[in-house]
């Protein structure tokens, strides 16, 4: 059985920090594309970033470039998004997000991604 488990989200003022990190347990994860997703309330879930299997290929959403950065502990079987200089249109709900198969393409849709965590609430006040 497939588990991902976000953690670290919380309230953090404007241009604060938080670091996300997702347990996945139930997959070869070193062999998974991951992503981290976001949905703000009455919004689409939205993409934020993506990492290739083999952490050698990173993707990010327009609106995170330079802030926000996606890596991965294979040997820990964790994934995490550092979130740097948050902004308040940042608060949403973060999911991460694995594919069916592993080491397919990284991608940039929800719809490509089959197991997902409970979420984790990232607020940043305005």
């Known amino acids: 059985q497939v588990q991902l488990l976000e953690s670290g989200g919380g309230l953090v003022q404007a241009g604060g920090s938080l670091r996300l990190s997702c347990a996945a347990s139930?997959?070869?994860?070193?062999?998974?594309?991951m992503g981290w997703f976001r949905q703000a309330p009455g919004k689409v879930r939205e993409f934020v970033a993506a990492i290739r299997w083999s952490a050698g290929t990173t993707a990010y959403a327009d609106s995170v470039k330079g802030r926000f950065t996606i890596s991965r502990d294979n040997a820990k079987n964790m994934l995490y998004l550092q979130m740097n200089s948050l902004k308040p249109e940042d608060t949403a709900v973060y999911y991460c997000?694995?594919?069916?198969?592993?080491?397919?393409?990284?991608?940039?849709?929800?719809?490509?991604?089959?197991?997902w965590g409970q979420g984790t609430q990232v607020t940043v006040p305005s």
């Open positions: 997000a694995a594919p069916r198969r592993a080491y397919g393409l990284t991608s940039t849709l929800d719809s490509s991604y089959n197991y």
């Open positions: 139930g997959i070869t994860f070193s062999g998974y594309n």
